[in-house]
């Protein structure tokens, strides 16, 4: 390879080599994978590989996500190889990163949302049963506050422990101990795994709603990077950019992150982009919940005055129109001042406290 990241093939040609910077556990190569063959078919002389690491997230695993106290435990040695041009991009669940990312770094990309909903999936003795048919005190393991505080309100005969490690070691718990009746997972990751078979119940979102941005892949760059950043923005799917942008602008503007109960729902419907947002107690007990919509129809100006280099929550998506953007950013800033305006900062205060307090 050459000092400028080309090198010559055997007929003289040259080709760019792209580095994709991913997480070592077998779903984040799944996913990165994916991200990889689409970029292959759109630019088939370009030189893709990918560079696998271990994150803060992934060494960490008898504590807590909640408790390590680190706001991108499953980025920061990520963008610490992008910052020092050891690869070019990185692929994320966009739910891992933060709202506010490192100076110089942007949301190149948010591809199509897979299903966003959480999963129960059962220990093989509890097959063909459901959360509402499990035998009362059954231990339902989740390494969320957020799955925790809504389930635990709307299945008070259950109870909810932690359970940390990627997907693989989850199950393994779950199926070789009697530690746990079933594990709370995101729908999308065990889909992409091929795992769909073990999902014995899909949460409807009145009974959990989803993180913020889950289900969805981002693509992470370094913003001076025109051309990554020119290259990857292809992959952006419309809908689900509004969806997450206004998502991730409800929880910036509440402060909200892994150690807090904030949970959402969105969908765009006849042009009109809803969010529902919610905050929650630790044990569900309190709450508050809203529901706000907008137009996301593209405006009739010409978008030619828009600053395509602008970020939205992180997100640069100049191929989009930027109307629609604005109006999903100005909607999750709106419904978590909403929240705050009611009491939420109370709520998710006391519920910080007592989380790390425990």
Same mark, same amino acid.
């Given at each position: 390879m050459s000092e400028d990241g080309n090198t010559k093939e055997g007929n003289g040609k040259v080709s760019r080599i792209i580095r994709i910077g991913?997480?070592? #556990?077998?779903?984040?190569?799944?996913?990165?994978?994916?991200?990889?063959?689409?970029?292959?078919k759109l630019y088939p002389d370009v030189h893709l590989e990918v560079v696998a690491?271990?994150?803060?997230?992934?060494?960490?695993?008898?504590?807590? /996500?909640?408790?390590?106290?680190?706001?991108?435990?499953?980025?920061?040695?990520l963008e610490y190889a992008l910052e020092k041009n050891e690869v070019d991009l990185v692929v994320h669940s966009l739910k891992d990163l933060p709202t506010v990312l490192p100076l110089g770094f942007t949301i190149g990309a948010v591809l199509e949302r897979e299903i966003p909903y959480d999963a129960v999936v059962l220990?093989?003795?509890?097959?063909?049963?459901?959360?509402?048919?499990?035998?009362?005190? #059954?231990? @339902?393991?989740?390494?969320s506050l957020r799955r925790a505080a809504q389930l635990k309100k709307r299945f008070p005969q259950l109870e909810f422990k932690d359970i940390r490690g990627n997907l693989n070691t989850r199950l393994k718990k779950l +199926?070789?101990?009697?530690?746990?009746?079933?594990?709370? /997972?995101?729908?999308?990751?065990?889909?992409?795994?091929?795992w769909d078979n073990r999902i014995?119940?899909?949460?409807?979102?009145?009974? !959990?709603?989803y993180a913020v941005g889950q289900g969805a892949l981002a693509v992470e760059v370094r913003a001076k990077d025109k051309d990554i950043l020119e290259m990857v923005s292809v992959l952006h799917h419309s809908e689900?950019?509004?969806? !997450?942008?206004?998502?991730?602008?409800?929880?910036?503007?509440?402060?909200?992150? !892994? #150690?807090?109960?904030?949970?959402?729902?969105?969908?765009?419907?006849?042009?009109?982009?809803?969010?529902?947002?919610?905050?929650?107690?630790?044990?569900g007990s309190?709450?508050?919940?809203?529901?706000?919509?907008? #137009?996301?129809?593209?405006?009739?100006?010409?978008?030619?005055?828009? +600053?395509?280099?602008?970020?939205? @929550?992180?997100?640069?998506?100049?191929?989009?129109?930027?109307?629609?953007?604005?109006?999903?950013?100005?909607l999750g800033v709106d419904l978590a001042q909403l929240l705050l305006n009611k009491g939420a900062k109370e709520i998710l205060t006391v519920a910080r406290q007592l989380n790390e307090a425990c």
């Open positions: 991913t997480r070592k #556990s077998q779903l984040a190569r799944i996913q990165t994978d994916s991200v990889a063959d689409r970029l292959r690491m271990s994150t803060t997230g992934d060494k960490i695993l008898d504590t807590a /996500l909640s408790k390590i106290g680190e706001k991108s435990l499953f980025t920061k040695e220990h093989p003795k509890n097959a063909g049963k459901s959360l509402d048919t499990l035998p009362d005190r #059954s231990v @339902v393991g989740t390494s +199926d070789e101990t009697d530690n746990f009746s079933a594990i709370i /997972l995101a729908a999308a990751g065990l889909n992409r795994m091929g014995g119940q899909i949460l409807d979102p009145k009974d !959990c709603m689900t950019v509004l969806r !997450c942008i206004a998502e991730r602008a409800f929880l910036r503007h509440l402060e909200g992150g !892994c #150690s807090v109960p904030v949970a959402v729902h969105t969908e765009v419907t006849d042009s009109q982009l809803y969010l529902t947002g919610a905050v929650y107690s630790l044990d309190q709450s508050l919940k809203e529901t706000m919509q907008t #137009s996301v129809i593209p405006g009739d100006q010409v978008e030619r005055g828009v +600053d395509n280099e602008a970020q939205r @929550v992180g997100v640069t998506a100049s191929n989009l129109p930027g109307s629609p953007q604005d109006a999903a950013e100005r």
